[in-house]
């Protein structure tokens, strides 16, 4: 059970399948290219709706708002809202940044958490996510400012091919002028290999 809705640790597969997004390319056959994205397709979704649990957890604790009302029977107004049809295709559509965490808190807070005390507007602190994965074809280190991998400190966006990671200062993410609920502090939790046995 979840008792501090701050840190919350995605794990995505056990024993990760090193899948290069470049061995598509090597392939002979449509048939085996298709195959292989959908490999990757179904590894984005399933890292997608760990995140956007997980921001939903934290975004209703920041509000005062109990998780389980989700699980409620009266959140089906809210999956027939937004046109989904189980909690988890709601999870994915958010990690992917194609709901926005603050309509769907908006829906919830006031749809089916109406008349109820909630805490004040949060303001300032991200949600954070505690990410074990460099994989290419989930987690893309952006172009424009060049973040690397396990730095600290860095931001990501979510969309739907995959999470997108900057640095704090990246002029291209600034320029984007987004709200506090759009964007992830990322937490590295990778687990580094021993060199030799
Ligand atoms: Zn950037």
Known sequence: MLR?????????????????????RLCQTPR??????????????????EIGQSLIRQELKRWGVPFAVLESDE?????????????????????????????????????????????????????SIDLDTLDQDSVKFSQCCHPLPIEKGLLGLLSERGLSIHKKECPKLNELKLQREDVVMIRWQLKIGRAWP
């Open 75 to 127: 959140a089906a107004d809210i999956l027939e809202y937004f046109g989904k049809e189980n909690l988890n295709e709601l999870f994915q559509d958010v990690g992917q940044g194609q709901l926005r965490l603050k309509e769907l808190i908006y829906e919830i807070k006031n749809g089916l958490y109406a008349g109820r005390q909630t805490l004040l507007p949060p303001t300032g602190a991200l949600n």
């Open 32 to 49: 085996a290219r298709s195959e292989l994205s959908r490999v990757f397709r179904q590894k984005r979704e399933t890292l997608a709706g």
């Open 4 to 24: 501090d809705g701050d840190r919350i640790k995605i794990i995505t597969q056990e024993k990760p399948v090193k899948f290069d997004p470049d061995i598509i």
